[in-house]
Nanobody
Framework: QVQLVESGGGLVQAGGSLTLSCAAS?????MGWYRQAPGSQRELVAT???????NYADSVKGRFTISRDNAKNTLYLRMNTLKPEDTAVYYC????????????WGQGTQVTVSS
């Protein structure tokens, strides 16, 4: 069983920065961050494989950086130049390393960017 625990959300002014963390337990393959704003569907923010290959949504390219520490089973999201439209609940996501149909989600952490 995989468990994901996010931390690092909060309130920040536009132009500011935040770093999210996701501590994982279990056998983890690819990981990612997703977000969901009120009244909107959950959307991909960024993903990263165990080997470090990354993928970003166009809306965050150049501002956000996803990284992971495989030894610590921890995922990070460094968010710079935050905009009010980045306001959302951010969810950590992980796929089981050997069973790709097993997908896990964290409980979410709120990020609010004030203008």
């Amino acid at each position: 069983q995989v468990q994901l625990v996010e931390s690092g959300g909060g309130l920040v002014q536009a132009g500011g920065s935040l770093t999210l963390s996701c501590a994982a337990s279990g056998t983890i393959g690819s990981m990612g961050w997703y977000r969901q704003a009120p009244g909107s569907q959950r959307e991909l923010v960024a993903t990263i494989t165990r080997g470090g290959v990354t993928n970003y949504a166009d809306s965050v390219k150049g501002r956000f950086t996803i990284s992971r520490d495989n030894a610590k089973n921890t995922l990070y999201l460094r968010m710079n130049t935050l905009k009010p439209e980045d306001t959302a609940v951010y969810y950590c996501n992980a796929v089981h390393r050997f069973v790709s149909t097993l997908v896990y989600w964290g409980q979410g952490t709120q990020v609010t960017v004030s203008s």
